[in-house]
């Protein structure tokens, strides 16, 4: 098959690989779209050290079903599908409580770490275990389904959050999931969201989908605006969607006595925390990993159209000519947001 893979850091070669081999309980699905995530470029330099090379990454998938292993008994060839990009074993502590995310032998398809390898969806085929998929309802197309994961990453966020009727949230970072966790508070019942980035595009775009402020964070008194909102006291919830000490600081200094902060990007594996803040303001921090059984609301909601993420899909493009892609995110093209890749 024909994969595009990470050869060395920084250099892609859309190349011949072996066909994936499938266990018992895996299926083989022919894939027919794949997103490029923030994290695929914030690794294909070597920074987070979650991308080692020679690696196909890729985990933001959809496609169909090509082949079934020996004791795959639900899945037919021909059928739907997007998959969770973590895969999980189903039974370990933290599986059998049903928190999957955290599984103790989890891997993340695409991802290369001191813990294991696991190739990904850059290529014409990949295998993974059955209790991973989820079928596809018809209004959904394979690129809309590409956006799942990434939908569900924010639908887990909002969920790991205390949010109460008519809240006032302040949204940090107004990339792919930031503009999806916008949405998902509106759904959840926010009076009030404010987005806060320092892309004036996005910051429109985030208005469209739901907010109803979009402040520039580098050109502006984002604490100011915010004080003056609510009557100097600060916004009940933050969300921050980057992982960088200046949007953690932000989002903690937006924040009223008593508010909670629900800690999504993870860039830097480090920040500074203003610990003496938190403590005295008695703010609760919240870390969001991945998602956890979000799958089948995210499909609904793209169905029937309650969250839109057609918005956010700048291009879909061949597989072949990924790596040209790849570069343009890396350099921060301002008219690019989601990359889908097509084999």
């Not at 599908?81 to 599984?103: A, K, Q």
């Not at 107004?174 to 404010?194: H, K, T």
């Not at 969001?288 to 493009?317: K, M, Q």
């Amino acid at each position: 098959m024909k994969a595009l893979v990470l050869e060395e850091y920084g250099r892609f070669a859309y190349k011949d690989v072996p066909d994936p081999a499938i266990g018992r309980g895996d299926v083989l699905i022919r894939v027919r779209a794949c997103g490029i995530c923030g994290s695929d470029v914030h690794g294909m330099d070597g920074r987070t050290g979650r991308r080692r090379p020679p690696l196909i990454m890729g985990h933001e998938a959809a496609g169909v079903v090509a082949e079934v292993g020996a004791d795959v008994r639900d899945w037919r060839r021909g059928d739907r599908v997007t998959f969770d990009s973590t895969l999980y074993c189903g039974d370990c502590f933290y599986c059998r409580r049903g928190e999957i995310n955290l599984c103790d032998r989890r891997r993340v398809a695409g991802v290369s770490c001191d813990d294991y390898k696991q190739d990904g969806a850059f290529a014409e085929y990949i295998a993974v275990p059955e209790r991973v998929l989820y079928r596809l309802p018809d209004k959904a197309t394979f690129e809309q389904a590409a956006m799942v994961e990434v939908l569900s990453i924010a639908l887990h966020a909002v969920a790991r959050t205390r949010i109460s009727i008519n809240d006032t949230a302040l949204v940090c970072g107004a990339g792919p999931i930031g503009l999806l966790i916008v949405q998902a508070l509106r759904l959840a019942g926010c009076g009030r969201i404010i987005a806060a980035d320092i892309d004036a595009a996005r910051l429109a775009l985030a208005v469209k989908l739901g907010a109803d402020l979009g402040l520039r964070s580098d050109a502006s008194d984002v604490r100011g605006e915010v004080n003056r909102l609510t009557a100097g006291r600060g916004v009940d919830i933050a969300l921050e969607a980057v992982g960088i000490t200046p949007t953690v600081r932000l989002a903690l200094d937006c924040l009223r006595k008593g508010g909670a902060l629900t800690l999504v990007g993870n860039v830097s594996p480090t920040v500074d925390l203003p610990l003496q803040w938190v403590v005295t303001r008695q703010v609760t921090i919240n870390g969001s990993c991945a998602s956890c059984g979000e799958y089948p609301a995210c499909l609904e909601l793209i169905a029937r159209g309650a969250v839109n993420v057609d918005a956010l899909i700048s291009a879909v493009t061949p597989l072949s000519e990924g790596a040209s892609w790849f570069k343009r995110l890396y350099d921060r093209d301002p008219a690019l947001l989601k990359v889908v890749l097509v084999p």
